[in-house]
C-alpha cells in the first residue's frame, strides 16, 4: 500500500469554525509533512513530524494546530482560519531519507 | 537559504522531446528529485538524482551536475497526458524536508 489518504476531500468553513484535517499511511514511514498550496505556487511546507514528534513549524500561525495521534495518522486542527487561508492542503510522508515522499490527494479548504 | 529556478512555462508539440531546466542554490545538497502535478491533482514522484549523471525512467531522465548545481528533466515522446506542472526539489540533507521550485507548467499541444 504506497497510499496517502486525506479526508474530506472538500471542506468549507466559516471564520468561527473549528474542524480538523485527517490524514493516514500505512508505508511505515516515520517523517509526516503537512503542507500548503496555493493556486500556481509551489507547496509550502507547514510541519514536519518526524517519529510522531513535531520537528519542524515553519512560523505557522496558531490557528493551525497540527497533531500525531500515531505512527500512521496526522492531524490538523483548524480554528478561527481567515479567507486567505483558502488552499489545498497536502499532506505527505517519507521514509525519513527526503529521497520521495508520498503525497495525498488533498484538502481543498475554503474559508468563508 | 534555498532558492531554486526553472523555467515558469514550456509548450511543446506532441510526439516532441522537451528539457525543463532547473538551477539551485541551497545552504545543503543531498539531491535533486522531480515531482509532476495534475490540475486538482497531488504532486507524484518522478525521479531522484543524488549523483552526477542521467537517471532514465521510461519516457522520462533526470540530469544532475552538482558541481554546476543544475538540473534537467527530459520528457521524451511526449503525450497530452504530460500536461501538467512540474517541480525540481531540494533535499537539503538526509533528514529535511524537500524545497521545491516554483514549477514548470508544461502545456502539450497537437
Known amino acids: 500500500d504506497t497510499e496517502v489518504t486525506q479526508t474530506p476531500k472538500h471542506l468549507v468553513m466559516g471564520m468561527t469554525n473549528k474542524k480538523s484535517l485527517k490524514c493516514e499511511q500505512h508505508?511505515?514511514?516515520?517523517?509526516m509533512y503537512w503542507y500548503k498550496q496555493k493556486a500556481k505556487k509551489p507547496p509550502e511546507l507547514m510541519f514536519v513530524?518526524?517519529?510522531?514528534?513535531?520537528?519542524i513549524n515553519e512560523s505557522v500561525p496558531s490557528r493551525f494546530s497540527p497533531e500525531c495521534p500515531n505512527s500512521s495518522l496526522l492531524n490538523l486542527h483548524l480554528h478561527a482560519l481567515q479567507p486567505e487561508d483558502s488552499a489545498l492542503y497536502l499532506c505527505?510522508?517519507?521514509?525519513?531519507?527526503?529521497?520521495?515522499?508520498?503525497f495525498g490527494q488533498g484538502t481543498r479548504l475554503t474559508v468563508v | 537559504g534555498q532558492s531554486l529556478e526553472q523555467p515558469s512555462e514550456v509548450t511543446a508539440v506532441e510526439g516532441a522531446i522537451v528539457q525543463i531546466n532547473c538551477t539551485y542554490q541551497?545552504?545543503?545538497?543531498?539531491?535533486l528529485s522531480w515531482y509532476q502535478q495534475h490540475d486538482g491533482g497531488a504532486p507524484t514522484f518522478l525521479s531522484y538524482?543524488?549523483?552526477?549523471g542521467l537517471e532514465e525512467t521510461g519516457r522520462f531522465s533526470s540530469f544532475l551536475s552538482r558541481s554546476d548545481s543544475y538540473g534537467y528533466l527530459l520528457l521524451q515522446e511526449l503525450q497530452m497526458k504530460d500536461s501538467a506542472s512540474y517541480f525540481c526539489?531540494?533535499?537539503?540533507?538526509?533528514?529535511?524536508?524537500?524545497?521545491f521550485g516554483k514549477g514548470t507548467r508544461l502545456s502539450v499541444i497537437a
Open positions: 505527505a510522508s517519507s521514509g525519513g531519507r527526503g529521497t520521495e515522499a508520498f
Open positions: 513530524y518526524s517519529y510522531e514528534k513535531l520537528s
Open positions: 538524482n543524488a549523483l552526477d
Open positions: 541551497t545552504s545543503g545538497f543531498y539531491g
Open positions: 508505508m511505515g514511514h516515520r517523517a
Open positions: 526539489a531540494v533535499v537539503p540533507s538526509g533528514n529535511t524536508p524537500l524545497v
